[in-house]
């Protein structure tokens, strides 16, 4: 009877199976979370209004073959109201009460994705992720104990300083082989950064000069920026020099001792100066040990300074030759 009524067939209502889901609805016993979400550009937008204000229609939920698919999705920004609630209820509780241990533990959960995006920060630097990732999350939890809700500012903003800063601090006491001031360090940073930038624009490595003017630094900076950046990594002497075999790196290290060239000269001269006589030997102590000048030589032994002159002469003459004979 109501087959013939057009108005009547419009009116009855379509199977169970094909009605459409509520807008914002997730599958059975999820929700979604979308007062954080992040917001959309026009282009990314899904099931919003088209041109003329009119609904888009929403996309077929059936895949090939009848196969149910579902969209990925995102991970999104702990709720801040969740977030923030749970805070207020973290400062109202005492110190090991195991409540105020599980809603910290809780909170810090909710923000390692945050910890995660500030590591990924900082990858490449010669560090593994898994380490800053680890530093990190160390700053994450001190932002968790000192956080103050009712200051009226959200977690992430108060967090973010302590978390980086925790890394540099990190790559500022750890990642330095040998110590160097901490102005050097970031200073070394810097100059990394200038060097790619303008390696990419001029197509070559950047000179002295356009660092210095990039930076607008003198180039002596520039210089010691460079050559702190030695200390960032250094090399084991015990290391052998290229391969398993090879020697250390140290053996093949040395320099010429003066002091212990001294030594074997004053060894070979004890018996030369032995066999002077008495008044060359006074005054080659008075010369070389005392560091009189002939004329407090001459007054001193009672002769003339002249004479002090030849003596001396001849004396050095003397024991210079004898000291080429023993060698």
Do not use: C
């Not at 209820?89 to 195991?98: D, I, T, V, Y």
């Not at 630094?217 to 015990?238: C, F, H, P, R």
């Not at 020697?247 to 018996?271: C, H, I, M, N, W």
């Amino acid at each position: 009877m109501f087959a013939d009524d057009p108005e009547r067939a419009d009116a009855r209502p379509a199977p169970e199976a094909e009605q459409a889901r509520p807008a914002g609805d997730g599958p059975a016993g999820f929700e979604l979370d979308t007062d954080d979400a992040p917001e959309l550009h026009e282009a990314d937008a899904v099931g919003g209004a088209d041109a003329e204000g009119e609904p888009e229609k929403p996309a077929e939920p059936w895949g090939p073959g009848g196969a149910r698919t579902v969209a990925p999705q995102r991970h999104s920004a702990p709720d801040r109201e969740a977030a923030r609630a749970l805070f207020v209820r973290l400062a109202q509780l005492s110190e090991g009460s195991p409540e105020r241990v599980e809603l910290r533990n809780q909170l810090v959960r909710m923000h390692i994705p945050l910890v995660e995006h500030l590591a990924r920060r900082f990858r490449n630097r010669g560090e593994p992720l898994d380490d800053l990732t680890q530093v990190a999350t160390i700053g994450l939890i001190k932002s968790v104990d000192r956080f103050d809700p009712e200051r009226g500012v959200e977690f992430s903003t108060y967090a973010t300083p302590t978390i980086v800063g925790e890394i540099k601090r990190h790559f500022r006491d750890k990642g330095w082989a040998v110590r160097v001031p901490r102005r050097l360090q970031e200073l070394r940073l810097s100059l990394t950064t200038a060097t790619s930038e303008l390696s990419q624009r001029h197509g070559r490595s950047p000179t002295v000069h356009e660092l210095a003017e990039h930076l607008g630094i003198s180039e002596e900076e520039v210089l010691e920026g460079l050559e702190s950046a030695n200390a960032y990594s250094t090399l084991s002497l015990d290391v052998p020099d290229t391969d398993d075999e090879s020697p250390a790196v140290a053996d093949t290290l040395g320099a010429e001792d003066d002091a212990l060239e001294g030594v074997e000269y004053r060894e070979s001269l004890k018996p030369l100066l032995a066999q002077l006589p008495q008044r060359e030997q006074r005054i080659l102590v008075l010369r070389f040990f005392r560091n009189m000048t002939q004329s407090q030589i001459a007054a001193e032994v009672g002769i003339s300074q002249m004479h002090v002159s030849r003596l001396l002469a001849r004396t050095l003459a003397q024991l210079r030759e004898k000291l080429l004979i023993e060698e």
